[in-house]
């Protein structure tokens, strides 16, 4: 019935805003009989008092009444929910400097099972805000963050741009083999969106960071997030400019985007640089020199052994 139809609409709306389907709450009593609308009415009242209560937790700065709130709502728990929890709590811990706490760790442990229950309930922006969160509250847990991982690989082309540079800077962050197998995937979908001016000029930032500290000579990323990064380099703030330039740096391999977005981001620093703090500016300069910096002892190895190679017979 229409009257069926619009309050299924309403219980289902925070789901699929975040997770983009149904939860499992909802769908697994879809899929066995039929919900009155007076059932429906009550599942979305429970999931909404689970949200209220980690909201209230999370604004409060209380970690630990987010785990507690957890608890007490245990048995109307849906992905979306642990999603919530899992990221509020490494945010509020985060801005409390407490990510090297036992609270942390023990909250790390108490997200675990729902964590891996609800896994495949992810959609995008869960799975993307709770790879942050691991991330964040520096997760050593292998086997969860390969599950989260691999969800992530599922969900990439559903991903928007900040959630696909939240996962490269999750990997990053958690210092993620180069071999690992999310980021080819990832590597293929970020070279796509900048192609198609998918990326703010932030995430472009936070991408090419990400890649430079995994120490990953992902050419479609360096070459195509690089380019776009030199074209919106006017909107590129302070932080940012020193995190591309960084990256460059960073990146031993050759690089057609490195000289123009150089030359991008000292315009822009330029036009800019009587509003900049006196930080930002030396963050920017001390991004400038570093890179030069590992030009010049580059040309100097190559020739250093210029000669070597000749004695050798080698071309």
Same mark, same amino acid.
Request: charged fraction near 20%; glycine fraction near 4%.
């Given at each position: 019935?229409?009257?069926?139809?619009?309050?299924?609409?309403?219980?289902?709306?925070?789901?699929?805003?975040s997770a983009g389907r149904p939860c499992t709450l909802l769908?697994?009593?879809?899929?066995?009989?039929?919900?009155?609308?007076?059932?429906?009415?009550?599942?979305?009242?429970?999931?909404?008092?689970?949200?209220?209560?980690?909201?209230?937790?999370?604004?409060?700065?209380?970690?630990?009444?987010?785990?507690?709130?957890?608890?007490?709502?245990?048995?109307?728990?849906?992905?979306?929910?642990?999603?919530?929890?899992?990221?509020?709590?490494?945010?509020?811990?985060?801005?409390?400097?407490?990510?090297?706490t036992p609270l942390c760790r023990e909250g790390l442990l108490?997200?675990?099972?729902?964590?891996?229950?609800?896994? $495949?309930?992810?959609? &995008?922006?869960?799975? *993307? /805000? #709770?790879? %942050?969160?691991? =991330? +964040?509250? @520096?997760? !050593?847990?292998?086997?969860?963050?390969?599950?989260?991982?691999?969800?992530?690989?599922?969900?990439?082309?559903?991903?928007?741009?900040?959630?696909?540079?939240?996962?490269?800077?999750?990997?990053?962050?958690?210092?993620?083999?180069?071999?690992?197998?999310?980021?080819?995937?990832?590597?293929?979908?970020?070279?796509?969106?900048?192609?198609? $001016?998918?990326?703010? &000029?932030?995430?472009? *930032? /936070? #991408?090419? %960071?990400?890649? =430079? +500290?995994? @120490?990953? !000579?992902?050419?479609?990323?360096?070459?195509?997030?690089?380019?776009?990064?030199?074209?919106?380099?006017?909107?590129?703030?302070?932080?940012?400019?020193?995190?591309?330039?960084?990256?460059?740096?960073?990146?031993?391999?050759?690089?057609?985007?490195?000289?123009?977005?150089?030359?991008?981001?000292?315009?822009?620093?330029?036009?800019?640089?009587?509003?900049?703090? &006196?930080?930002?500016? *030396?963050?920017?300069? %001390?991004?400038? =020199?570093?890179?030069?910096?590992?030009?010049?002892?580059?040309?100097?190895?190559?020739?250093?052994?210029?000669p070597a190679r000749s004695r050798t017979g080698k071309k």
């Amino acid at each position: 019935s229409s009257q069926f139809g619009s309050s299924l609409k309403m219980a289902c709306l925070r789901c699929l805003a975040s997770a983009g389907r149904p939860c499992t709450l909802l769908r697994r009593r879809t899929a066995t009989e039929a919900i009155a609308p007076g059932q429906v009415a009550r599942l979305a009242g429970s999931s909404r008092d689970v949200q209220d209560a980690l909201l209230r937790a999370a604004a409060a700065g209380d970690a630990a009444g987010i785990l507690g709130a957890m608890r007490s709502q245990a048995a109307n728990l849906d992905a979306v929910a642990v999603a919530t929890a899992v990221h509020r709590f490494a945010k509020v811990l985060r801005a409390q400097r407490r990510i090297h706490t036992p609270l942390c760790r023990e909250g790390l442990l108490e997200l675990r099972e729902p964590l891996l229950r609800s896994v $495949g309930d992810f959609g &995008p922006r869960a799975i *993307a /805000n #709770v790879m %942050w969160a691991l =991330a +964040t509250a @520096r997760c !050593e847990d292998e086997n969860l963050l390969a599950a989260m991982s691999s969800r992530a690989v599922e969900q990439m082309t559903a991903m928007r741009g900040k959630h696909l540079s939240n996962v490269a800077w999750s990997l990053a962050t958690l210092r993620s083999a180069p071999d690992d197998p999310a980021l080819q995937p990832l590597s293929a979908e970020l070279a796509r969106r900048a192609a198609d $001016g998918a990326l703010t &000029p932030q995430s472009m *930032a /936070n #991408v090419l %960071w990400s890649y =430079a +500290t995994l @120490r990953v !000579e992902e050419a479609q990323v360096f070459d195509v997030v690089g380019a776009a990064a030199a074209a919106a380099a006017s909107s590129l703030n302070a932080q940012d400019m020193s995190n591309v330039l960084w990256a460059f740096a960073m990146h031993a391999s050759f690089s057609p985007a490195r000289a123009p977005l150089h030359a991008a981001v000292a315009a822009s620093a330029r036009l800019r640089a009587a509003s900049l703090p &006196p930080q930002d500016l *030396a963050s920017i300069a %001390w991004a400038f =020199a570093e890179a030069e910096f590992r030009r010049s002892a580059l040309l100097q190895r190559l020739r250093s052994e210029r000669p070597a190679r000749s004695r050798t017979g080698k071309k």
